[in-house]
């Protein structure tokens, strides 16, 4: 809360904002979102409120009349990947296909935005300034083909993932032919 006012601590269970940002949390689609809404705190600042308010608004008309916004695969990666910090660990094929398909919807989601620009100004902001400015679609590219060349569409590891796998899997074939 900003302006120099001082606000009781029960401010937002009397003005309902507690119960709004329940409710908001509950509609979230991943983990992530719900992380991200539970933790919304009260402004009071009219500039942060008012961008805060076209954003949802331009998110509202996308919502009801955009037919080709991105509207699936919000998954949330994060405990997954945080698990290979630990060096020697790895992701499951089931959670390497979660995280391809997490980045082809964000990259989705910035592409949508990036064509219709000046019909949503404000969300073309906000991702870049998510961004950084850095290049997201390069980079997710790059993560996307790296994960392709690992797990195929089914989420089954390639036989070619490895120079080590493609040898063991020769080496089973070649024993299953010499005892068969």
């Known amino acids: 809360m900003a302006h120099g006012m001082i606000y ?62 991105p509207s699936q695969d919000y998954y949330d990666p994060t405990h997954a990947l945080a698990g290979i910090r630990i060096p020697g660990s790895y992701l499951e094929p089931e959670q390497l296909s979660e995280v391809r398909l997490s980045l082809l919807t964000i990259s989705g989601i910035l592409g949508f935005l990036s064509k219709n620009r000046e019909r949503f100004p404000q969300l073309n902001l906000l991702a870049g300034e998510l961004a950084g400015g850095a290049d997201v679609d390069g980079i997710i590219s790059g993560i996307v083909s790296q994960i392709a060349g690992v797990i195929d569409e089914r989420s089954q590891v390639r036989p070619d993932a490895s120079e080590e796998l493609g040898e063991i899997r020769r080496h089973i074939e070649k024993t299953r032919g010499l005892i068969e």
């Open 8 to 69: 009781p601590s029960d401010f937002e269970i009397k003005t309902g904002f507690d119960a709004i940002r329940r409710m908001v949390t509950e509609e979230c689609l991943s983990g992530l979102g719900r992380t991200e809404a539970s933790e919304a705190a009260f402004m009071t600042d009219p500039e942060a409120v008012r961008r805060h308010l076209v954003c949802t608004e331009e998110l509202r008309q996308i919502l009801l009349f955009e037919q080709h916004f």
